[in-house]
């Protein structure tokens, strides 16, 4: 079977590695099969610490132990592969690294945050339409097999609502639910799925915690942590009771699980995850942001 050949733009994450180790090595436990990656643009933002810093050793490690050919723009990395991770860890270049990408009509992957803002994430998803392109946006942590594992218990009722936590450390140039607080906000939409109305925060320097209404009356929380426990989890509401999960409890990589989900879409071009979706996680978390300004609830 042909391997779909990959390009990377954005080598400033631990998961350009990560991912290029999975694919490729057929010795790894949880090897996810169908693909390579064969080239990579490096990027890297200047003003963002722990990108710049990181981009050259990361561009180095690909290419000595994958063998992965580096580029010097994006648009190389179109043209000569069948789909594209576009990973960049600063969400706030993801909209213009697309709008460079999109009119060679590959599928594409964007790693979280899939933006800052949700007109950016709306203008990806009208750029996507406009050129008919595949596009998918996610945390791994959305499809962490613990997790879904437990979403299908449907002998336990249906999910009336859900408390997620994890950690939420701020990376200012991210904003500040942007970095870390997607995990567990893709996590709250993996089990309550979409329709939130309307978001509050209670904010202190240690933790916050969001809450959202959804549009059927239900209730979601995200609580993040800046100090005490670290762990991503979930306890999940439904009708005849209520179950909790680790995240980690299964040992198998999220990466691998969110892998999973992407080399399908990029073999078939169907997403298993609605894009809109992915914009209302962005607008979740920035309601989230100006709910904490005003100190009051705030719609979506």
């Not at 992957?109 to 899939?114: A, G, N, V, Y």
């Not at 990466?255 to 879409?265: F, G, H, N, R």
Request: overall charge negative.
């Amino acid at each position: 079977m042909t391997s779909l050949r990959i390009g990377l733009i954005g080598l400033d994450t631990s998961h350009a590695i990560a991912f290029t180790r999975l694919l490729h090595d057929t010795e790894e436990p949880f090897h996810v099969p169908g693909a390579r990656v064969t080239l990579a643009y490096p990027g890297g933002s200047p003003d963002f610490h722990l990108s710049i810093s990181r981009v050259d050793g990361f561009t180095k490690d690909i290419q000595e132990q994958y063998g992965v050919q580096i580029v010097e723009t994006p648009e190389e990395v179109a043209e000569h592969s069948d789909a594209i991770m576009l990973i960049a860890a600063d969400g706030r270049v993801h909209l213009d690294l697309f709008r460079r990408i999109a009119s060679y009509g590959k599928p594409v992957f964007i790693d979280k945050p899939l933006a800052l803002r949700s007109s950016e994430a709306e203008d990806i998803g009208r750029i996507a339409k406009r050129h008919a392109i595949p596009v998918m946006s996610s945390s791994s942590l959305r499809y962490a097999a613990s997790l879904s594992e437990k979403l299908f218990k449907e002998e336990m009722g249906a999910i009336i609502g859900a408390d997620v936590h994890g950690p939420m450390e701020i990376e200012h140039t991210q904003s500040r639910y942007f970095w870390y607080g997607i995990h567990a906000a893709e996590m709250l939409y993996a089990i309550m799925g979409s329709g939130c109305r309307e978001v509050a925060v209670a904010s202190t320097e240690g933790h916050d915690l969001i809450i959202g209404t959804w549009n059927d009356g239900r209730l979601g929380t995200v609580r993040g942590n800046r100090e005490g426990n670290y762990k991503f989890g979930a306890l999940i509401h439904r009708t005849h009771g209520s179950d909790y999960v680790d995240a980690a409890s299964s040992g198998k990589p999220f990466y691998a699980d969110l892998l999973e989900q992407v080399i399908p879409m990029f073999a078939s071009g169907q997403s298993s995850l609605p894009f809109e979706q992915s914009i209302e996680v962005i607008r979740f978390l920035e309601a989230a942001e100006e709910s904490r300004a005003i100190g009051n609830a705030v719609k979506l």
